[in-house]
């Protein structure tokens, strides 16, 4: 299996994503891991063994849109993200607030349509 890592902007995200669905690329996971700079996010995708990888950084402030627009069963890896790096939630809100990411981080997250991260 040969693979492919392409660094892109956060802006750009739903451009790419819109190619690979176009060219019938299938979405096999979206990863999120915290780093200095923010959050640095890849998702994957296959067509005939061939991995592409697009990665991205979103900064402390900076926002990512959500991609099950075109790829609908992305709300999983979504949820699992927002779950892992958002400690409670409230149901009732259009927006989510967390303070738990360190002493000066917090996450707000859009339900269904993006995550916004910033610092104070």
């Known amino acids: 299996m040969k693979q492919q890592f392409i660094t892109i902007r956060p802006e750009d995200l ?4 819109a190619r690979f669905k176009k060219e019938g690329c299938r979405l096999v996971q979206i990863l999120c891991t915290r780093t200095t700079e923010g959050f640095e996010l ?7 063994y061939f991995l592409y ?3 991205l950084t979103a900064a402390l402030g ?11 069963y992305g709300f999983v890896w ?3 993200i ?3 790096f958002v400690a409670g939630t409230n149901l009732l809100d259009r927006y989510i ?3 738990d990411i360190d002493d000066t981080c917090k996450i707000f997250a859009h339900v269904c349509f993006n995550i916004i991260f910033f610092c104070e």
């Open 97 to 99: 607030m967390v303070d």
């Open 82 to 84: 927002h779950d892992l």
């Open 62 to 72: 900076g926002s990512v849109m959500s991609i099950t627009s075109l790829y609908w």
């Open 42 to 48: 890849t998702y994957t995708f296959d067509k005939n």
């Open 14 to 17: 739903l451009e790419r994503v």
């Open 53 to 55: 990888h697009l990665r």
């Open 78 to 80: 979504e949820n699992e």
